[in-house]
């Protein structure tokens, strides 16, 4: 039963453009949304939240967007930078600590 | 510097072995975990701990034995009753109070465990 869902394993993008990553959820009882950054041979990294109860976070480059009727939740990279070439992973939160990873998208950054 | 540090990185294992992998933090979190990473897939849940002397089953605890007696450390025992056990291992940490919903975690650089 995969409650979080990234449909997309790999994604290319020309550096200086926005990235798009996407994500797709089934319980409506999730109170927070994360990403995740994950650089080979490394742990994750945390990069940016929501809670359930907003539709929009932004931090720097990074903004994440939230749909709850279409349990939808979107990463936005802009501008995309070779750096940002990385697996990201989308995660859930339910009960106190529990997180719920998606499957990961392959971002490339390509020159 | 503050973090979590897994050992050992590559860890191989005979069939029929119990084979146990270090994590310990000095990040000063009271919450532990251990997630499973598998080709093409998301992490998963193993084990995790919320305090000292307690810990709870997570998505895929079986074949898998932890303990937490002190609140650095969270080691993983990955028993011969795991049939699959070959997977990229990764603990984490993060700060536990109660009603406080969101903390991120933490995570360690992992582990790699391959059967002989």
């Known amino acids: 039963d995969q409650q979080v869902k990234q449909n997309s394993p790999s994604l290319s993008v020309q550096e200086g453009r926005i990235s798009i990553l996407n994500c797709d959820y089934t319980n409506s009882m999730f109170d927070y949304f994360l990403w995740y950054k994950k650089y080979p041979a490394e742990g994750p990294t945390f990069l940016i939240s929501?809670?359930?109860?907003?539709d929009k976070n932004e931090d720097g480059r990074f903004t994440v967007f939230l749909n709850k009727s279409a349990k939808h939740l979107s990463l936005h990279i802009v501008p995309s930078q070779p750096g940002d070439s990385a697996v990201y992973f989308c995660?859930?939160?339910?009960?106190?600590?529990?997180?719920?990873f998606g499957q990961g998208t392959r971002l490339t950054i390509n020159p | 510097d503050g973090g979590i540090t897994q050992s050992p990185k590559y860890l191989f294992r005979k069939e029929g072995q119990n084979v146990t992998l270090s994590c310990e933090q000095n990040?000063?979190?009271?919450?532990m975990y251990w997630y499973r990473q598998d080709p093409g897939q998301g992490l998963r849940l193993i084990y995790y701990?919320?305090?000292?002397?307690?810990?709870q089953k997570g998505d895929i605890a079986e074949g898998y034995s932890v303990s937490r007696e002190k609140k650095e450390s969270f080691p993983l025992t990955v028993t011969s009753a795991q049939k699959n056990p070959t997977a990229f291992y990764l603990c984490?940490?993060?700060?536990?109070?109660?009603?406080?919903?969101?903390?991120?975690?933490?995570f360690g650089d992992g582990t790699r465990l391959s059967i002989l």
């Open positions: 990040l000063n979190h009271d919450a």
């Open positions: 701990s919320q305090i000292v002397n307690d810990f």
């Open positions: 984490a940490s993060s700060i536990y109070r109660t009603g406080s919903a969101h903390q991120p975690q933490h």
């Open positions: 995660a859930a939160l339910r009960g106190a600590q529990k997180l719920v």
């Open positions: 929501i809670s359930s109860i907003k």
